[in-house]
Every structure is written in structure tokens, then in C-alpha cells.
């Protein structure tokens, strides 16, 4: 992989864990998780309510500006789309949404060391190489 790309994990969550990190429930069981958040300066951001957010800005300062708009108001609004997004938490690092290598090395493997049992369903990598993303549409 060239060293140019940046990276974003991303967390499926249990329906519980979830709601609970959604909900700012502090709970006993998730304490190894927020170690390793504090560890590497990392907080999780619900991918629904980043969606949600992406939309209220639209909608208040004109769509036109937004090329994925209408797809992420479909998004949110499709209820089987809505469960899943609602479970999906994307992991920002010093308060990026994208870091390096290193960072997403060591965050993924100490995530990835919880296990199953915490709650988190599976780990997605993503970076930031255009070939290996889809593209918004043009704007016109």
C-alpha cells in the first residue's frame, strides 16, 4: 500500500453496545473498549448521526453543494438502512475521521484483541486511495 493513503475503521456494534455508546450509558462491561479509545486518543462517531448530520447542513445551507445529499437522505430515511447505519461507529483518531498507517495498524490490532465478547461484531478498514472507493457523483 502506498504511504500516501490515509485510513478509517469502522466498528459494527451489537445492538446493546450500540445503544449504549449512542446513548452515553457508561457501562461496565465496555470499560476495556474506552481503554483502548483513550489509549490512542480515539472516539467513535455513530455513522447515522454523521449521515443525519451531513443532511441538516444540506438541507440549512442549500444541497447544491452536497453532492452525496440525495443518496444519504435515502439513506437515512430507508428503514433496513437505518438499523444498520445505527450500529456502524466510525473510529476518529486525535480527532481525525483519517490517519496513517501506524495508527490505524495499532488501533485495529488493540480493538481487534477485545474479541467478539465486547460487543464489536467486526472491524472494516478503509483508506483513502480513490481506486479502492467509489467517487461522489460530479456535480454539474
Known amino acids: 500500500m502506498d504511504d500516501r493513503w490515509q485510513f478509517q475503521l469502522r466498528l459494527d456494534a451489537s445492538a446493546e453496545l450500540a445503544a449504549a455508546l449512542r446513548e452515553g450509558a457508561a457501562r461496565p ?31 440549512a445551507r442549500g444541497a447544491d ?3 452525496l445529499f440525495a443518496w444519504t437522505r435515502a439513506t437515512i430515511e430507508d428503514p433496513a438502512k437505518k438499523a444498520k447505519y445505527l450500529r ?4 476518529y483518531a486525535d480527532g481525525d475521521e483519517v490517519y496513517g498507517k501506524g495508527v490505524a495498524d495499532a ?3 488493540d ?8 460487543g464489536i461484531a467486526h472491524i472494516a478498514r478503509f483508506d ?3 481506486a479502492n472507493n467509489p467517487q461522489p457523483p460530479a456535480t454539474p
Open 29 to 59: 462491561e465496555d470499560e476495556p473498549l474506552f481503554d483502548v479509545l483513550r489509549r490512542h486518543r480515539a472516539t467513535l462517531k455513530c455513522q447515522f448521526d454523521a449521515f443525519k448530520e451531513y443532511v441538516d447542513e444540506a438541507q
Open 111 to 118: 480493538l481487534l484483541a477485545l474479541g467478539k465478547d465486547t
Open 65 to 67: 453543494g452536497y453532492p
Open 107 to 109: 488501533l485495529e490490532s
Open 88 to 91: 456502524v461507529f466510525t473510529v
Open 128 to 130: 483513502t486511495n480513490p
